[in-house]
C-alpha cells in the first residue's frame, strides 16, 4: 500500500486527495491503490463521491487526521467538506479534471457559480 501527493496535479488521485483533504501521505486516509480503483472502476466523479463516502463510512474519520501538525484543526468542518464533495458529485456540480487551465488556477481555489455565489471544494 503506498500514499503519495504530488501538488503539480499529475494524476487524478492528486486531484481527489486535494479535494477531499487527504494530502497528508505519511497519516493518508485512503490509499493510492483505493483512489486508482474507483476511477477506474466508476471514473473520476462518482470515484471521488466513493471515495467521500468511504471516509464518512470510517467508524471514526477524524482519527486519521489525529497526526497532523495543525493542533487546532477542526475534525468536524473536514467532515462537513467530505459530505459536501460527495454530495455535491452527485448533484453533478463536479466535473473531472482536465482540458484547458488558467495559469495560477488550481482545484483548492474557491469556484464561482453565478446562481450561487462562491464555495469551496
Same mark, same amino acid.
Given at each position: 500500500?503506498?500514499?503519495? $501527493?504530488?501538488?503539480?496535479?499529475?494524476?487524478?488521485?492528486?486531484?481527489?486527495?486535494?479535494?477531499?483533504? #487527504?494530502? #497528508?501521505?505519511?497519516?493518508?486516509?485512503?490509499?493510492?491503490?483505493?483512489?486508482?480503483?474507483?476511477?477506474?472502476?466508476?471514473?473520476y466523479v462518482e470515484g471521488l463521491a466513493q471515495a467521500a463516502?468511504?471516509?464518512? #463510512?470510517?467508524?471514526?474519520?477524524?482519527?486519521?487526521?489525529?497526526?497532523?501538525?495543525?493542533?487546532? $484543526?477542526?475534525?468536524?468542518?473536514?467532515?462537513?467538506?467530505?459530505?459536501?464533495?460527495?454530495?455535491?458529485?452527485r448533484a453533478g456540480l463536479v466535473h473531472a479534471p482536465g482540458?484547458?487551465?488558467?495559469? @495560477?488556477?488550481?482545484?483548492?481555489?474557491?469556484?464561482?457559480?453565478?446562481?450561487? @455565489? $462562491?464555495?469551496?471544494?
Amino acid at each position: 500500500m503506498s500514499a503519495t $501527493f504530488n501538488t503539480d496535479l499529475v494524476n487524478l488521485s492528486d486531484h481527489m486527495r486535494l479535494a477531499l483533504g #487527504d494530502t #497528508d501521505v505519511s497519516n493518508p486516509v485512503l490509499q493510492d491503490e483505493t483512489y486508482n480503483a474507483l476511477v477506474s472502476a466508476h471514473g473520476y466523479v462518482e470515484g471521488l463521491a466513493q471515495a467521500a463516502q468511504a471516509i464518512l #463510512d470510517l467508524p471514526d474519520p477524524g482519527m486519521y487526521k489525529a497526526g497532523s501538525t495543525d493542533a487546532e $484543526f477542526d475534525f468536524t468542518a473536514w467532515i462537513a467538506n467530505v459530505r459536501k464533495v460527495r454530495d455535491d458529485c452527485r448533484a453533478g456540480l463536479v466535473h473531472a479534471p482536465g482540458g484547458a487551465y488558467r495559469v @495560477g488556477m488550481s482545484v483548492s481555489q474557491p469556484a464561482y457559480r453565478p446562481d450561487r @455565489g $462562491f464555495r469551496e471544494l
